[in-house]
């Protein structure tokens, strides 16, 4: 048996005992919550980025330049007086067609017309003074011999003929000059074309060679598109031009088209005649001009248009929309590939000139080829992507 003494010691520790086993049982339960809780934590793997792509493909395309440009007249004429008077009539339709050597305006005559009387008048005056001075001369000429006048006598003679004759020559010419100017005071328009609007009408007095002229006559057709193109694009031209790439219009002009503000194309073909024979240095660009025929006055000068040069057919193209091509650090144009297992790496390529909403490749990239086209801020290089293939008529509308 136990002692009593054994038995009073082992009841006053029955209370820590149950207290540590206690404490043992909540122990063990936080354990098996915590292992729980951290089995809980444990998380799949994320979904893969999805980006839709394109497959590289060639294409056949026809290529050209667009530029940007302007109508310029080709022939303009600013009409001014040229004598002081009023205007007494005016003999024209605003806006209408005339013809050159058709008679815009008139102005008043009479002042004109009696200082060309009065020229007329002069010149037959002096045309008597010279006769009478060459009869006079004729007659001494025989007496100087014989000595039945004096040397000086038959000097003075001829020096009296002949100043004679320079009063003719200049009476002469104030009757030209009088005649010109009643010329002047019929306005005359130097040019076929159009004839705008006008602020001058019958009793206006205007003077001659005053800055502001009295009426614009403006040929129509043909007319000119001048328009902006940078150096090296225009030595490709030459370079493509020489080589028969480009479409011509006889043995050397290449073909224009245009293309109006509105987006539609004019019907005519023009070609491209000359530039200027210097380049701008702040710009780098230089002006070029075409002609363009224009029998029905449709285009006018200031109208915005694109010219466009057609460079030939490229049967092999390979496009990749402009989204989706980005810049490195250097500049350089590179884009995202997807390999077999859509794994992503980073190509640079070389670009050459934009045909719509892409860029047609020179090198670093090949038929076949898978292109990520969105996504691109979200993915990088060396990851899985989870590719949605793409029309490349879609990607271009993108």
Request: hydrophobic share 40%.
């Amino acid at each position: 048996m136990i002692p009593m003494a054994n038995i009073k010691f082992i009841h006053s520790f029955t209370p820590v005992v149950r207290q540590a086993l206690r404490y043992k049982k909540l122990f063990l339960l936080a354990g098996v919550a915590l292992l729980a809780g951290c089995q809980k934590k444990v998380a799949p793997p994320p979904p893969l980025q999805t980006v839709d792509v394109i497959t590289l493909g060639t294409q056949k395309i026809t290529l050209e330049t667009s530029l940007p440009g302007r109508t310029d007249a080709y022939e303009q004429a600013e009409i001014r007086p040229q004598v002081n008077g009023v205007i007494v009539s005016r003999n024209f339709e605003q806006g209408k067609d005339v013809k050159a050597g058709q008679q815009l305006y008139q102005i008043y005559l009479p002042p004109y017309q009696a200082a060309y009387d009065q020229a007329k008048g002069m010149l037959m005056q002096a045309q008597a003074t010279a006769v009478r001075a060459e009869a006079q001369l004729k007659r001494y000429r025989h007496l100087v011999g014989p000595r039945a006048v004096s040397r000086q006598d038959y000097d003075n003679t001829v020096a009296t003929a002949r100043e004679a004759e320079a009063q003719v020559v200049q009476a002469k010419a104030a009757l030209d000059k009088a005649a010109v100017d009643i010329g002047y005071t019929h306005v005359l328009s130097p040019i076929d074309g159009r004839i705008g609007r006008t602020l001058y009408t019958e009793g206006t007095l205007v003077t001659a060679n005053q800055p502001q002229p009295i009426a614009v006559v403006t040929r129509l057709d043909p007319i000119y598109v001048d328009v902006n193109v940078a150096a090296e694009d225009m030595l490709r031209l030459r370079r493509e031009l020489e080589k028969g790439q480009i479409q011509r219009i006889g043995e050397k002009d290449a073909a224009v088209t245009v293309e109006l503000s509105d987006g539609s194309t004019y019907e005519k073909t023009g070609m491209l005649q000359l530039s200027e024979v210097t380049v701008d240095p702040a710009t780098g660009t230089l002006v070029m001009r075409a002609v363009m025929p224009n029998p029905d006055h449709f285009l006018l000068p200031g109208m915005f248009v694109h010219a466009h040069i057609k460079e030939g057919v490229d049967s092999s193209a390979l496009l990749v929309p402009q989204v989706a091509v980005q810049r490195n650090t250097k500049a350089q144009p590179y884009v995202m590939i997807l390999d077999e297992q859509n794994k992503v790496s980073q190509h640079v390529i070389d670009v050459g000139r934009v045909v719509g909403a892409s860029w047609l490749i020179k090198s670093g990239l090949k038929a076949g080829d898978r292109i990520v086209i969105s996504g691109l801020q979200k993915i990088v290089a060396g990851k899985k992507v989870a590719p949605h293939m793409v029309d490349f008529k879609e990607a271009e509308a993108e």
